[in-house]
C-alpha cells in the first residue's frame, strides 16, 4: 500500500512537472511566434520599400531626359538607358560593350583604336569632377554638343564603374552662339562705319587715345592723315549716290593698302577719312604715305561699267613730344587738310612750324569770332537790289560784317568760312535774320513798304527746329508782309528730298508754303542746278557773280546766262543778277531778259545810318536812270 501511494504520489508530481513545463514550453513558443511574425513584417516591409525603391529607380532611369551610361573604368559601356540610346541615335545592342570613343565623337576627331584601348579613368582626377562639353555624333552623322558630368562607384562585388549623366545642350549652345553673334555685331556697329567697314570717329578717337600715351611713353610718335574727297558732291549729283558710296569705299581700300597692322583707318564723317599710323619717325615718310595715298586714291575706279575718277586733299600732322590728346592731334591734320584745299586740292599738306603760327594765329580769331556772335557785335550792311525795268530800287539784302577792334573789318570770305568750322552759321543767320525784320520794320515806317528784304540762311539755319517758325513769329510780331520776306539758299546746299520731313527741301517748302520767297543764291556754279528748280519750290535764282562778270568777255558765260535767263522766265521764275559793276553788263543783261540786278554799279553795301539817306536820293532824282532800256 505505502508503494502504491508512493507511486501514485510521484507520479501526480511528475504530471504536474510536465504540465509546468508543458505551459512553460507552450509560452516560449507564443513568444517566439510573435517574435518571427513581427520580423516576417519587417521583412516584407522591407522587401516592399526595396520593390518600390527599385521601381522607381527603374522609372527613373528609363524615363529620363537626360542620357545616363554606366561604364566600366576603360570605358566600356555596361548599361544604357533609353535617352541615352536617343540621344546617339544608337540600339543598346550597338553601345553595350563598347567605348563612346569608337562612335561618339566627330570623324576627324576620333581616336585610334589603340589609344581607345588605352583610355582608363582615374577617379582621383579633378577633371571629372567638372562639367565637360563635346561635340559628339550621332548614328546618323549629326553632331550635337554633349554636356557630360562623370561621378565613380563601386558594385556590390567590388568593381569601379563610370556614371555618366548626359545632356544634349546643342540648342542652348546655338542660342548662346547667336546672342554672341549679336552682341558682336551691336558692338561691331557701335565701332564700326555701315558702308565701308572701316572705325568710325569713337573708335578712332579710344584708338588714338591709348596710341598716344604708349607713344609718349616709348618715346615713338604717331602720324595721322586726314583725307577729304575733293568735290565729293559733285559725284552724287552727276553720278548719284550709289556712286558716291562707291567713291568712298575706293577710298577706304586704298586707306587700308597703306595702313599696317597696328595702324587705324576710320570713317570719320561724310567723305572724311583719318589714319592713325604708329611708329611714324619722320615728316619724310609721313609725306610719302601721303602722297601715296593721293595717288591711289586718284586711280579710276570702276562702277556700273564705268570709269570714275575722284581726288582727294590730305591733311597731315605727327605727334609733338608728349602730347596725348587725339583732338588736337585732329586739329591740326584738320589745319593742314584746310591749306592743302586752299592751295587747290588733290594734294597733301603737312603741319609744319609755320603751319603752326598761323594755326596759332587763327585759333584766337576764331575765340575773337564766337565771341562776337555770342555777344550780338557783328555788323550788318545792306545792298540794294535795282530793277532796270522799273527803274527803282526793289529791295536790300542783309549782309553780315565783322569789324575787329584791332585789325578793322574782315572780310566774309575769311570769317564765314571759320564761323562753319566752329558751327557758329546757324547763330549768325539768325542774328542777320533778326536785323533783317528791323530794317524792314524800319523801312516800312520810313515810307519804303514798297521794298522787300532778304537775308541768307545756311545748312545749319535749315536745319535749325524751330528756323521757321522764329521767322513767322518775328515777320507777324513786326507787323510785316511774309511775301517781301526772302531767303537766300546756296545752290550748292545739300537739300535731300521734300518727301523727308528732316530735309532742307523740306524746309524750303515750309517756308513757301508760309508765304515767304525762297532763292537760290550763287546759281550756276554747282552741279545740280537744274534738277533743283526742278525739285525745290524756290521763287528764282540769283546767278553767280563769277557769271556775270564774264557775260561781256566770254561767250560761253554769256550763253549759260541767256539760257539760264530764258528758262526762268519760262517757269515764271524770278532772275537776280549779282555782281553788276558797269552800265554795259546791265545793258547786256536787260537785253537778255533779265531786269533785275545787284553789285557795285547800283550801290555798295550801306550801313544802316546811311541808308536812309542813300534812298531818298533815289527817289529825288536816281542817277540810273541814264540806264538804256
Known sequence: MPDAVSFLITAVIALLGGVFLLGSLLMRSQAANRALSATLRGTRRDLIRQLREAEHFRMACEHASDGIVIQTLD????????????????????????????????????????????????????????????????????????????????????????????????????????????????????????????????????????????????????????????????????????????ALIHVASALRAEASDRSLVARVGGDEFVAVLPEIRRVEDLRQIADRVASAVAEPFDWNDRLITVSCSIGATLQSEGETDPNALLLQADFALYEAKTLGRSRAEIYDEALHSRHMQQSERASELADAVDTGTLDHVFQPIFDLHGQKVQGL????????????????????????????????????????????????????????????????????????????????????????????????????KVTENSSHAATIRDLRDAGFKVYLDDFGVGYAGLAHLAELAVSGVKIDRSLIQNVRAEDTAAKIVRKIIELCNDLGLDVVAEGVEDRQTADALLNMGCTTVQGYWISRPL???????????????????????
Not at 559628339?136 to 568593381?159: H, V, Y
Not at 551691336?186 to 600715351?213: K, P, Q
Not at 577729304?228 to 549729283?237: E, G, T, V, Y
Not at 535749315?462 to 520776306?485: D, I, T, Y
Request: hydrophobic share 40%; with cysteine.
Open 397 to 496: 539784302e542783309t549782309l553780315v560784317r565783322w569789324t575787329h577792334p584791332e585789325d578793322g573789318v574782315i572780310g566774309p570770305d575769311d570769317f564765314l568760312p571759320i564761323a562753319d568750322e566752329l558751327g557758329l552759321m546757324g547763330a549768325l543767320d539768325l542774328g542777320s535774320m533778326s536785323k533783317a525784320l528791323e530794317q524792314k520794320h524800319l523801312l516800312d515806317r520810313a515810307g519804303h513798304g514798297d521794298l522787300s528784304i532778304s537775308f541768307n540762311a545756311s545748312s545749319s539755319l535749315l536745319s535749325h527746329p524751330e528756323f521757321v517758325n522764329r521767322l513767322v513769329w518775328g515777320v507777324e510780331a513786326g507787323g510785316l508782309s511774309r511775301e517781301q520776306v526772302a531767303i537766300e539758299v546756296l545752290e550748292t546746299t545739300a537739300f535731300g
Open 75 to 246: 570605358g566600356v559601356v555596361v548599361w544604357p538607358n533609353p535617352a541615352y540610346c536617343r540621344i546617339m541615335g544608337r540600339g543598346p545592342e550597338e553601345i553595350i560593350g563598347r567605348n563612346p570613343l569608337s562612335y561618339a565623337l566627330p570623324k576627324d576627331k576620333t581616336p585610334s583604336k589603340k589609344e581607345i584601348r588605352a583610355f582608363r579613368y582615374d577617379p582621383d582626377d579633378p577633371v571629372f569632377d567638372t562639367l565637360q562639353l563635346f561635340q559628339n555624333r550621332r548614328k546618323n552623322g549629326e553632331l550635337f554638343w554633349n554636356q557630360i558630368s562623370i561621378s565613380f562607384r563601386k558594385s556590390t562585388a567590388g568593381d569601379h564603374h563610370a556614371i555618366l549623366i548626359c545632356r544634349d545642350v546643342t540648342q542652348q549652345i546655338q542660342q548662346e552662339e547667336r546672342l554672341r553673334e549679336t552682341r558682336n555685331k551691336l558692338v561691331h556697329e557701335a565701332t564700326h562705319d555701315s558702308l565701308t567697314g572701316l572705325s568710325n570717329r569713337a573708335a578712332f578717337l579710344d584708338f588714338t587715345a591709348g596710341a598716344l600715351e604708349s607713344a609718349a611713353d616709348t618715346g615713338d610718335r604717331i602720324g595721322l592723315l586726314h583725307v577729304d574727297l575733293d568735290h565729293f558732291k559733285a559725284i552724287n549729283d552727276t553720278h548719284g549716290h550709289s556712286a558716291g558710296d562707291a
Open 607 to 629: 550801313r544802316p545810318e546811311d541808308l536812309s539817306g542813300w534812298l531818298a536820293a533815289q527817289q529825288v532824282g536816281p542817277a540810273l536812270r541814264m540806264i538804256s532800256g
